[in-house]
């Protein structure tokens, strides 16, 4: 484990790139807090995400990385609205899909205009591919204290919290605490 994965302070990693990227900001003991506030934590998200190797955490990758992360919640916040589905069009402007042959056969390359864009426009394509497999699964916690989304890959597509042992504990406990006081 790199120094930078070791120290990623997030609650939820390992959702889909796109996913991954909204839970760059989450709830703490009530407080909003935020990944990407510097370089420093754009370079623990992309190392969390393997691809720090192909992308300097640098201020245009990051600037552009928030401008994917904020398109991509409005699109998943309002599917479909004009806006969000424009915001998201664009960051994927800056980039495509180059296709090749190789020794192992068949395959997809992206190319980007700037790769200062690659890392957002990755995170989009991304989403576009959770659209693709199963647009009903991409889901936000069902806490209402928490912001988390995560793609449901449970058998029965029935997961509501981001993680049983913190959101879906507290809900339990809540509603346990509410019945013995009723009781």
Not at 5 to 25: H, I, K, Y
Not at 81 to 108: C, D, F, M, W, Y
Not at 111 to 118: I, L, N, P
Request: charged share 25%.
């Amino acid at each position: 484990m790199s120094a930078d994965a070791a120290r990623d302070p997030r609650p939820l990693v390992g959702e889909p790139l796109s996913l991954d990227l909204l839970n760059t900001r989450w709830m703490l003991d009530g407080v909003r807090q935020d990944l990407l506030t510097d370089t420093e934590g754009l370079g623990i998200w992309l190392t969390a995400n393997g691809i720090a190797d192909r992308f300097e955490a640098d201020g245009r990758t990051l600037e552009h990385v928030l401008l994917a992360r904020d398109a991509i919640a409005s699109v998943v916040d309002a599917p479909g609205e004009a806006a969000g589905v424009a915001r998201v069009n664009k960051i994927l402007g800056h980039g495509r899909i180059r296709a090749t042959l190789s020794e192992q056969g068949p395959g997809e390359e992206p190319e980007f205009k700037d790769a200062s864009w690659g890392a957002a426009w990755l995170a989009a394509r991304d989403y576009l591919g959770l659209l693709a497999a199963a647009p009903d699964r991409i889901r936000r916690c069902a806490h209402e204290a928490c912001i988390l989304h995560f793609f449901d890959t449970s058998r029965n597509g029935t997961r509501r919290w981001c993680s049983m042992a913190a959101c879906g504990n507290r809900a339990k406990a809540s509603r346990h605490y509410a019945r013995s006081r009723e009781g």
